[in-house]
């Protein structure tokens, strides 16, 4: 069975740093690309971007440059979220999805709260 | 970046009932679209991708249609789980975009 299960929920403080994990099972890992989409609260969705998972390439959408950072462990298949600096607009969930131009399979959700 | 934007915002809807939703692209992306379903509290699942292709598993009831920039989704025989927040995705041109969604309620 093909998932990907996500690390669990994170309250953090203004300023701080996360980093969200993203394991892969059922499949070779190298095979798709990971993307990361984030959810406001009570929002659609938003691309941030994705990482080329046999290069470990990322593509950084506008909006999710700077202090975000996608990095990969293929002998974990493992796919990573860094958040730099957290901002109170940075709460929501962060979604990792498996694929290309279509996203097949998602992981259940990080819910990452920013509040001092 | 390519909007997306979906009609209508929400919908009531019932049991049994056929719906259809649209997607209106702001240019032209061929059939790179694709449609997913969001339950509460849930991740999204890929329903329909390149605008008519249905994922493996996903029922029969749901189909997509449409080219160019505007393209919907129809779910047949609505069955209790439907009841959620629909989204469309463009990936024909960086940064993939979604639109608002669409929520059925009951």
């Known amino acids: 069975q093909e998932q990907l299960v996500q690390s669990g929920s994170e ?82 969930v962060y979604f990792c999805a498996r694929g290309g131009r279509v996203k097949e399979v998602w992981g259940q959700g990080t819910l990452v709260t920013v509040s001092s | 970046d390519i909007g997306m934007t979906q009609s209508p915002s929400s919908l009531s809807t019932s049991v049994g009932d056929t719906v259809t939703m649209t997607c209106r692209a702001s240019q032209t992306i061929g059939n790179y679209i694709n449609w997913y379903r969001q339950r509460a509290g849930r991740a999204p699942e890929l329903l329909i991708y390149t605008a008519t292709g249905l994922h493996n598993g996903v029922p029969s009831r749901f189909s997509g249609s449409g080219s160019g920039t505007q393209f919907s989704l129809t779910i047949s025989s609505l069955q209790p789980e439907d009841f959620a927040t629909y989204y469309c995705e463009q990936s024909h041109t960086y940064p993939w975009t979604f639109g608002q969604g669409t929520r059925l309620d009951i």
């Open chain 1, 11 to 92: 309250l953090k403080k203004p300023g701080a740093s996360v980093k969200i994990s993203c394991t892969a099972s059922g499949y070779t890992f190298t095979t798709y690309a990971m993307n990361w989409v984030r959810q406001g609260p009570g929002q659609g969705l938003e691309w941030m971007g994705w990482i080329h998972t046999n290069t470990g390439n990322p593509t950084y959408a506008q909006g999710f440059t700077g202090r975000f950072v996608f990095s990969l462990d293929t002998s974990v298949q493992t796919a990573f979220l860094q958040i730099n600096g957290l901002k109170a607009e940075d709460t929501g």
